[in-house]
């Protein structure tokens, strides 16, 4: 009996959910940033329909309330008629009668393009899903059909499942929809097939941007080597839904620095072009990349299924955004497109901050992934002690992924973090079985056969405070991790603007600081130090000239209204650096050699493509890591 009528209901079920809902856009009003938007939920029975506007967006971890960019809601019944909206919340609306039918027309204004909003221009339409779609509460099983009403010039880039009309495009479900975003304009477009399995997959690229084809076309031959080397480092391409995986590309002016990752495609905007931003826009590229693996299928179990009306926290995110991070850099230098000074450079400002702040008195690398609400992209008016208090898992979990790599690899001679990386994607990532801390933990024990190795490493630094020992790990590849001002006097790491005759502290002062110590903090002026002016900050320096760690200043100040003197004691500059030991004249034995080809040369199997820079000034061709020309000092180019 109960088998018949479950038979009933998904029958029933099935035939509902194969009415797919209809979406409409238009842009009429490009200059003025606005969408029209029109979508039509039918065969839909005769209950209330709730409608909504996504709180949050996945991979940006903070409440957007996208609904701020909606007006003009309308509703319709299938005959035309206007139907009644109430608002039982601010992100909501409920129509309580109907005949089955409702169609909703509204207004989207947008004007910033990055991985999260939506930018509405004449020069493109740039969506991303969840900001820009009202959707209805119970059919995230339907299919949905959306039709782009687009000027003739411009070309639609998407994961979307494409149809035999260019402007019109199908997603199975909610989730995958909510999942692609669209880039519309005239850009650039690339194809590159790859081998998969027995058949190919489509990598592509839409590049919009206002500089010549030849850079954009320079650039996919970047974007191929990382793609190669990316792979390499789980041996394999995860199967993409339409056999596609889109690179969404804006480099212009009004575009915001930003990435975010999708299933099948990800969004790369940069205010910076080509030129002037390459390196760091190959990182971009090489970060969302790897998320196609890790978090798109190498999945947190606490982000499934994404819940768009709330923020959704992960306590994995430093694996997750962290361990992304550390391979991004790791990539790019992997496939020469950096030099191993360039990567000691990045890892010296990475693993300073990392060492430099108290944030681990607080909180351990789980509970700064859980922190994300609260950090990327978030907005509140009242400041925050997150100079003491906070260390971006991004940052947190990329120094982790570089002390668990260089720990493996002096443990275990023949296994490294790209091992882990394979496991973890053999236990949850191919297969898409969610996954845990504890199961991380599991598969580094797997990896390993060192169930005590992965013990201590979670119970130290993953799920405890304790700080891993950079300096003898960093050291097996000949890179030297010493203090960057040895010896020099300073106030601590402050964050400050010329105000008046005085420097004001824009950021809470750090624990420990000599300024800390003596009871300075944020918005407190500072106007002598024994005795002289520090109206500018390069007078500051001099004046900390005279001095040695160890001395007592006197320092006059104004804190809350009150002009106050206190006494402090110069420590030394807490900022670290990492470098050669090339340059820091140690020898380099063949162990180091060894070290650095198996950690930081290509692991691809396959050749990557030959990359060169240009010479702006003379002409000649250099190796694409290399920054400057060796003859004129010029800086390297993508182009001739
Ligand atoms: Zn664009
Ligand atoms: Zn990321």
Known sequence: MKFRLCVLVCLFQTAFAQEPISYSVSFDNAEHHEANI??????????????????????RYALHEFV???????????????????????????????????????????????????AIDPTHAHLNIPATFIWAKGMDQRPIRVQFKIPKHWKIATQLKPTENPVVFTASDFQYFMDSP??????????????????????????????????????????????????????????????????????????????????????????????????????????????????ERIRPKSLEPFDFMRANMSGELWFAE???SYYDA??????????????????????????????????????????????????????????????????????????????????????????????????????????????????????THDKKFADTFFEKYIFGRETPGFKKLLAQAGLLLRKSKPGKPSLGTMDWKISENSIELQKPSIIGSPLYKAGLDRGDKIFTINGEGIAEINQLDTILSHYYIGDTLTVEYEQRTKR?????????????????????????????????????????????????????????????????CGFDGSELKLIP
């Open 182 to 295: 669209v880039e519309i304009s005239d850009f650039d477009w690339y194809e590159w097939k790859v081998p998969y399995k027995d058949r190919s997959q489509t990598i592509r690229m839409s590049l919009h941007h206002s500089d010549r084809k030849d850079e954009s076309q320079a650039f996919f031959e970047v974007v191929k080597a990382i793609v190669l080397e990316a792979k390499a480092v789980f041996l394999e391409f995860p199967q993409y839904d339409n056999g596609t995986y889109t690179f969404l590309a804006d480099y212009l002016p009004y575009a915001r620095r930003d990435g975010m990752e999708h299933r099948n495609s990800t969004v790369i905007t940069h205010h910076h072009s080509l030129q002037t931003g390459l390196i760091d826009i190959a990182g971009s590229v090489s970060h969302e990349f790897f998320h196609c693996w890790n978090v």
């Open 322 to 324: 962290g361990f992304t």
């Open 38 to 59: 029109s979508v039509t939920f039918s065969n839909i029975g005769k209950e209330p329909l709730e409608l909504y506007m996504s709180r949050s967006s996945p991979g």
């Open 564 to 628: 106050k003197t206190a006494k402090l004691i110069l420590a030394e500059d807490t900022e670290w650096e990492v470098v050669t030991f090339e340059k820091a004249g140690e020898p380099i034995t063949s162990d180091i050699e060894n070290f650095r080809k198996n950690w930081l040369t290509s692991r691809s199997s396959e050749p990557l493509p030959v990359l060169k820079k240009y010479c702006p000034e003379c002409k000649r061709l250099f190796d694409f890591e290399l920054e400057f």
């Open 68 to 118: 701020k960019n909606i007006y003009d809601v309308k509703a319709t019944d299938a005959k035309d008629k206007p139907l009644v909206l109430t608002q039982p919340d601010p992100y909501s609306w409920r129509i309580e009668k109907h005949d089955g039918t409702v169609t909703i027309n509204y207004t989207l204004f947008g004007d910033y393009c990055d991985g999260t909003y939506s």
């Open 330 to 447: 790791l990539i790019l230098k992997r496939a020469a497109i950096t030099s191993l000074d360039q990567y000691a450079k990045n890892m010296s400002k990475d693993l300073s901050f990392f060492l430099g702040s108290p944030g681990r008195r607080y909180f351990s690398a789980v509970d700064m992934s859980r922190q994300a609400p609260f950090a990327d992209a978030a907005t509140s008016n009242d400041p925050q002690n997150k100079s003491n208090t906070f260390i971006s898992y991004y940052n947190f979990g990329a120094m982790l992924g570089l002390a668990l790599d260089l720990s493996i690899r002096e443990k275990f001679p023949n296994l490294t973090l790209d091992d882990l990386m394979r496991e973890m994607w053999d236990a949850h990532g191919r297969n898409e079985l969610p996954y845990t801390n504890d199961d991380v933990k599991a598969a580094l024990a797997k990896t």
